[in-house]
């Protein structure tokens, strides 16, 4: 089940023989929330856990396994206190829902769950003495360890990059990805990246819906402030609001993020969709010669502030 796949509440669930089994009732992810792992389906008197290897075919119309009835009264049956809900935005890539037709859910963390309570008089005991064994080894490490760290991740503030491209060269109006190779440096490390921007060239027609919305709300700290130039935007390349990458469509003169349509205008001021910010602005510096450098900047997704990570 690796191609595209959408799930419909209450479809039917056919078995082996094409009698049914009952109807579609939820989908459960795991907790990493990257995989449909199974399917709940809900029959007369009862919903069971029906494994997604065990089906064979879906379509708009219906779910066929390779199941008989008696199979699936086998299956566990669902217990809703052991599962969690999560928004529909959460459904990995490659599988989509219905809107507002279906709860996804992922299982709870059972063994945070069920800890305490089988937790005996003994292993508590044994659980005491281990930890006071795990404290005196870490404050012994802390110091020597703390060293050693603070040297290995520790990042390196990363520092202006000629892109090997000039302004004269980019399209009007037209964002153009850019791709280069950069070295991020933290404490003993120099790793080779691959990292690309949006270069964005204006044309300069004075245009109040051209704004950028990061200016607006004032999310631009002083290093990007000092470092901008009416004549071109630098967007990065990740989406705020998940850290998908949007894509240019040409026709439509937007950028519109594959993951859940968040939809930005030319210059990245956020017009739609789920994303909390615009698409980060990075400092940019053109040369007299039109040569174009960029600080690569990397921010927190998913909040409406600005915050640079490192
Ligand atoms: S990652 Fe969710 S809209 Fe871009």
Same mark, same amino acid.
């Given at each position: 089940m690796d191609k595209e796949v959408t799930y419909r509440v209450g479809i039917?669930?056919?078995? @082996?023989?094409?009698?049914? &089994?009952?109807?579609l009732e939820k989908v459960l992810l795991m907790e990493s929330r990257h995989q449909v792992?199974?399917?709940v389906v809900r029959s007369l008197d009862s919903m069971h856990i029906l494994p997604l290897d065990r089906v064979t075919e879906l379509n708009a119309a219906e779910i066929r396994t390779n199941v008989t009835p008696e199979e699936l009264h086998g299956f566990p049956v669902f217990d809703p206190t052991q599962y969690e809900e999560v928004p529909p935005w959460f459904f990995p890539p490659g599988h989509h829902i219905e809107l507002g037709a279906? @709860?996804?859910?992922?299982? &709870?963390?059972v063994r945070e769950q069920g800890e305490e309570d089988a937790l005996t008089r003994r292993a508590f005991m044994g659980r005491s003495v281990a930890i006071l064994a795990a404290a005196i080894g870490v404050s012994l490490l802390v110091p020597i360890g703390g060293y050693i760290m603070a040297a290995a991740t520790t990042?390196?503030?990363?520092?202006?990059?000629d892109l090997g491209v000039k302004l004269q060269d980019l399209p009007m109006d037209e964002p153009v990805s850019h791709s280069f190779r950069a070295f991020s440096v933290s404490g003993w490390m120099r790793v080779p990246e691959e990292r690309s921007v949006w270069l964005i060239r204006h044309s300069g027609v004075s245009d109040p819906q051209s704004e950028p919305e990061d200016k607006i709300l004032g999310l631009d700290s002083p290093l990007e402030l000092a470092n901008s130039d009416p004549r071109l935007t630098v967007l990065s390349p990740i989406c705020p609001h998940l850290g998908c990458e949007p894509q240019w469509h040409k026709g439509q003169k937007l950028f519109i993020c594959p993951c859940h349509h968040s939809i930005y205008q030319l210059n990245g001021k956020r017009i739609g969709g789920p994303a909390p910010r615009p698409m980060d602005q990075l400092p940019v510096r053109i040369a007299s010669d039109g040569s174009i450098s960029v600080i690569y900047e990397q921010f927190a997704i998913g909040i409406a502030a600005k915050k640079r990570l490192a």
């Open positions: 039917p669930v056919m078995g @082996v023989r094409g009698e049914s &089994l009952g109807r792992t199974a399917l279906l @709860v996804t859910i992922k299982p &709870l963390d990042p390196v503030k990363d520092s202006w990059r």
